[in-house]
């Protein structure tokens, strides 16, 4: 069982930054794809980056590519998202996810997630 711990979330105004951290309690397989998911009141919880066991092969959602950077550490078993430009409809619980794919159903192991809040 892979426990998530995630961190870095908090309260920012439009257009700041937050860098959040995900710290895994073992090394991930070579075959999992490490990524984060939000959720926001009301809503699905959706797909919002991923990356390789190198961090070389990123992939992104449309509506945070060119704002959020994921980056892995596989020596410290963490990865995280720097989020710029942040906007009003970031505001989410941001989920650290492990598992093959970037849906929901493809993840194997979830952080307890951590808030995000930017006001406008």
């Known amino acids: 069982q892979v426990q998530l711990v995630e961190s870095g979330g908090g309260l920012v105004q439009t257009g700041g930054s937050l860098r959040l951290s995900c710290v895994a309690s073992?090394?991930?397989?070579?075959?999992?794809?490490m990524g984060w998911f939000r959720q926001a009141p009301g809503k699905e919880r959706e797909f919002v980056a991923s990356t390789s066991i190198s961090g070389a092969d990123t992939v992104y959602a449309d509506s945070v590519k060119g704002r959020f950077t994921i980056s892995r550490d596989r020596a410290k078993n963490t990865v995280y998202l720097q989020m710029n430009s942040l906007k009003p409809e970031d505001t989410a619980v941001y989920f650290c996810?492990?598992?093959?794919?970037?849906?929901?159903?493809?993840?194997?192991?979830w952080g307890q997630g951590t808030q995000v809040t930017v006001s406008s």
């Open positions: 073992e090394r991930t397989v070579s075959v999992y794809l």
């Open positions: 996810a492990v598992g093959l794919g970037y849906t929901a159903a493809e993840i194997h192991f």
